[in-house]
Structures are given as C-alpha cells and as structure tokens.
C-alpha cells in the first residue's frame, strides 16, 4: 500500500505543481475518486472496488501525515472545477447525467447534484440529448464546419474510445493505453487520429499537438 500511496500522491503533486507554473494553460477536473476523506454526501459517494479502498487511503493519510494534510488534501480537491469548455470542446470526468445551464456549471463544485452529474454517471445512465443539448448551449466554433465534441472518461473502454449520444461523447479510459486526446480549434476532432498513447509516445507525429491536450 505504501507503494500504491507513494505514486498516488506524487500523481497529485505534480498537478499541484503544474497549476502553480501554468495557471492558465494546465487545468484538472475533479473526478469520482477526488474523495479523500471517503464520504457519503455532497456529491460524493464512499469508494471500494476490490477491497476498502476509500476507508484505507482515509485511514493511511491519519495515521502517516494527520488530520492537517487530510484536510489540506480535501480542500484542494474541492476547489477543483467539474468542467472545461473551449468553442468546439467540452469536458467533464463522466458523461453528463442531465443538461446542466451556465449558472450551475459555473459554480458546480457548490451543488451537491451537479458534482454527482458530472462524476458518477454509468453507461447508458444519462438523459438521452444530455451532451448534445449541453454542446449546443456552451460551444460555438468560429468556424462553423467544425462540429463540438464532448470528452469524458470514467468508465473503462476497450482500444481508443468508445462513442456515445450518438457519437457527440467521446468516452476515453484506457488505463493500459494512456490515451490522450489531441484536440484543434480549426478541425472537427477525429478520433482516429487524435487519440493517442502517451506510453507508444507518437503523439508527436500529430500536427499542432502541443495547441491543446486534454487527459481525462
């Protein structure tokens, strides 16, 4: 476990570090598992998967940092936003349960059913339209040839991505692959091609990679 922990929390330094460098240009959602404290409410629910996953990490971080970490961990993740939105992209942790307005996307991390909405939707759990309708309200390309995407992750896909709401969300988790996701302003997102593992490291043959990249 202290292994598991040790790359855990250096996972978690390295956004905090990227955040303090590049305020304007690194932004990471808050997910599912952003639970430290493994509670029941406010959006959150307690997490096992194989075993008292939740509890445990709760339980190691009292007894190795204490109770000032805890919670300077806690208040971090609740200051992480639930969603980013460019012209032609928009991205949440997992696909939306409902379409939400600007108002409560805006300040989602202060309600309770807006951070379930964007953190803890299953598969074919969401409101049929719910990306669509949330693309149309939010992302208006320049161009009007390139058409919005929507990107999410949470559950496991098998390969690249899995296409949902009528292909308008692409779901991308892939633990094994390490996908990534190229996103251009001036281009419809192809996920073909612009989807790509970080660990085969090609995503350097992709032309203007370094304009925008999303990981979810």
Not at 81 to 101: G, I, M, Q, W, Y
Not at 187 to 200: A, G, L, M, P, R
Request: glycine content about 6%; hydrophobic content about 35%; overall charge neutral.
């Amino acid at each position: 476990m202290k292994s598991e922990m040790r790359e855990g929390l250096a996972a978690q330094m390295a956004v905090m570090e990227c955040k303090c460098r590049w305020q304007e240009n690194f932004h990471c959602l808050k997910g599912n598992h952003e639970n430290i404290k493994n509670e029941n409410g406010g959006g959150n629910f307690s997490f096992r998967k194989f075993a008292q996953e939740g509890e445990m990490v709760m339980r190691f971080m009292q007894a190795y940092y204490g109770d000032e970490v805890l919670n300077a961990i806690y208040d971090f993740e609740k200051s992480l936003p639930l969603a980013f939105c460019t012209d032609n992209l928009f991205v949440s942790h997992a696909e939306p349960l409902e379409p939400l307005d600007e108002e409560t996307v805006i300040n989602a991390p202060l309600f309770d059913e807006a951070i379930l909405a964007l953190t803890w939707t299953a598969n074919d759990e969401a409101s049929s339209g719910s990306v669509k309708k949330m693309l149309k309200a939010f992302c208006r390309p320049k161009d009007k040839s390139v058409h919005p995407i929507y990107i999410g992750g949470h559950r496991p896909v098998k390969g690249k991505f899995n296409l949902r709401q009528n292909g308008c969300y692409v779901q991308l988790h892939n633990p094994l692959e390490q996908n990534i996701a190229i996103v251009r302003a001036d281009q419809t997102f192809d996920c073909k091609t612009q989807i790509v593992s970080v660990e085969q490291k090609n995503f350097a043959s992709v032309r203007g990679f370094k304009k925008n990249i999303i990981k979810t």
